[in-house]
């Protein structure tokens, strides 16, 4: 196959990511997929969405601006396809639809709400294929701004998927429903009854900023619940001007860290979990991944 360059545009409730890849198979092994450029932008959909149930104009006008830079960065790279996507913010948003059909009249750039299932099972597809977790049972774990998505496998094969709207911007607005809580932490206590020994693996910014904060020579990929909650403390603790003069946090991750935290204290909790493997795997990597594998299948039934 020939060398391709592909994108990914992932616009979720707290940030919005553009993500350019070049696979070439015929490099030398560790240069056959470079990432070429990687732009998060502070975008914060969930904050109007979240509290006023749509996209305000001055939102829709900072997104229509980034949207266009996003194209520009595409073409000068040379992205021969590219898939864009919106999550949960999106999909709440009243006028989501509306301000999607202006964004491809104007930059030309074909958004795609997808539904929680299907963001679940392109994380899981793509953790499955980059880390050694065909035998054994796991839960994947991918806190947003909007929701909470989870997937459970069972040695290599998927059991289920549920997409809970357990995101950090719905609970710091106080939108986050008792039952939705419960829901979720029945359904992790059934699925530890059934598959004992469960092991978490955590896949988003907030929490591999969390793993950041707290990681030690020799831990590798492991976090340790007992200094998630530990980090979770402090951080509760303190104001967000404090969070981030102290942990040099970002203004729109000091406010969202600690729901993310607390969110994930709270699904080892239901596990009984004392670890969480954090592979550094996010959306957009498996955005433009998928586009890959597809654009290789295709090549080959030819």
């Known amino acids: 196959m020939k060398p391709v360059t592909l994108a990914a545009i992932d616009i979720g409730s707290n940030g919005a990511r553009l993500l350019i890849k070049r696979f ?102 793509n953790i499955i294929e980059n880390t050694e977790s065909s035998s054994g049972n796991y839960a994947f774990v991918d806190v947003g701004g909007g929701s909470t998505e989870i997937s459970l496998l069972h040695d290599g094969a998927l059991a289920e998927s549920h997409s809970f709207n357990i995101g950090t911007l719905r609970l710091l607005s106080g939108s986050v429903k008792t039952k939705e809580k419960k829901d979720m932490h029945d359904m992790l206590k059934n699925y530890a009854g059934q598959f004992p020994g469960t092991k978490i693996m955590g896949s988003g910014g907030n929490i591999n900023r969390l793993f950041k904060l707290v990681k030690e020579k020799g831990d590798g990929k492991v976090l340790k619940v007992a200094r998630l909650k530990k980090i979770y403390d402090e951080l509760a603790a303190m104001n967000i001007d404090e969070r981030r003069e102290k942990y040099g946090l970002k203004e729109d991750r000091a406010d969202v860290i600690v729901p993310a935290a607390e969110t994930f204290l709270e699904v080892a909790d239901a596990l009984q979990c004392t670890e969480i493997i954090v592979p550094n795997i996010s959306l957009a990597d498996s955005i433009v991944d998928g586009i890959y594998c597809r654009l290789k299948a295709d090549e080959e039934t030819k």
């Open 24 to 125: 070439d198979e015929s490099a030398l092994e560790f240069e056959r997929i470079r990432k070429v450029m990687f732009i998060r932008v502070p975008l914060r959909l969930g904050k109007d969405v979240f509290t006023l149930g749509k996209i305000s104009k001055e939102r829709q006008e900072m997104m229509m601006r980034m949207m266009k830079g996003f194209r520009q960065f595409m073409l000068m790279h040379g992205v021969t396809e590219y898939r864009a996507c919106a999550t949960s913010a999106m999909r709440d948003a009243e006028n989501g639809k509306k301000v999607m059909r202006k964004i491809e009249q104007e930059t030309g750039i074909r958004l795609e709400i997808i539904p929680g299932a299907e963001e679940a099972r392109l994380l899981c597809n």
